[in-house]
């Protein structure tokens, strides 16, 4: 199956800074999925994005499938925006997720 | 807010003991998820069900069981319980295919002591 690698594995940032998160998969996809779980564990879809770009605010996110890796950056970061980013992608009936992308935001 | 509902948020039991944990999907999604997070293992698929029925199984143990309702909410149960199967238990529905966008509830959290 299908595999999924972020980077890197923490991120500590100051308020204000801006960031961007890596997923690499082994193979080719037709959807990608980036979300955010926040402290309270809840998982947040932040993007469907199987190719391109899109943004929504201060974040935004772009595939390129031919070279398999996806890139989520965030903006003017804020505290609110800490958490563990994940990126998943689908591979034999099922949606395969990457370990993370740790991040806090530091007032 | 998903649109997914899951029920209790928190849940803790002992060894040998059995639970059901409840999710309602989205309005008119058909298809529905489940998944276990555990800090050594992270996000893992368990299994899915689309309109009453079995479509795919990941890692999901004998001692836990799954179904899907015909009104489209569903149950997972995990009975002989054990202390690794302590996690977050996500339930996530989408319209139809796993490769649609999948919408997550805000989980279950199991403590088994």
């Known amino acids: 199956g299908i595999q999924v690698e972020q980077s890197p594995p923490d991120l500590i940032l100051q308020e204000g800074a801006n960031s961007t998160l890596r997923c690499n998969f082994s193979d080719s996809v037709n959807n990608l999925q980036w979300f955010h779980q926040n402290p309270w564990g809840q998982l947040i879809n932040l993007f469907y994005i199987p190719s391109g770009t899109k943004q929504n605010g201060r974040l935004s996110a772009t595939t390129v499938a031919t070279e398999r890796y996806s890139l989520l950056y965030i903006s003017s970061s804020q505290t609110t925006d800490s958490g563990v980013y994940f990126c998943?992608?689908?591979?034999?009936?099922?949606?395969?997720f990457g370990q993370g992308t740790r991040l806090t935001i530091n007032p | 807010d998903s649109g997914v509902t899951q029920t209790p948020k928190h849940l803790i039991t002992a060894t040998g003991q059995r639970v059901t944990l409840r999710c309602s999907p989205r309005?008119?999604?058909?298809?529905v998820y489940w998944y276990q997070q555990s800090l050594d293992q992270g996000l893992q698929f368990l299994i899915q069900?689309?309109?009453?029925?079995?479509?795919a199984k990941g890692n999901i143990l004998e001692r836990f069981s799954a179904q899907q309702f015909p009104d489209l909410h569903s149950e997972l149960n995990l009975s002989s319980l054990e202390l690794g199967d302590s996690a977050l238990y996500f339930c996530?529905?989408?319209?139809?295919?796993?490769?649609?966008?999948?919408?997550f509830g805000p989980g279950t959290r199991l403590t088994v002591l």
């Open positions: 309005s008119g999604d058909l298809s």
């Open positions: 996530a529905s989408s319209a139809s295919s796993f490769t649609d966008t999948q919408y």
């Open positions: 069900y689309y309109n009453g029925e079995e479509r």
């Open positions: 998943a992608a689908p591979s034999a009936q099922k949606l395969v």
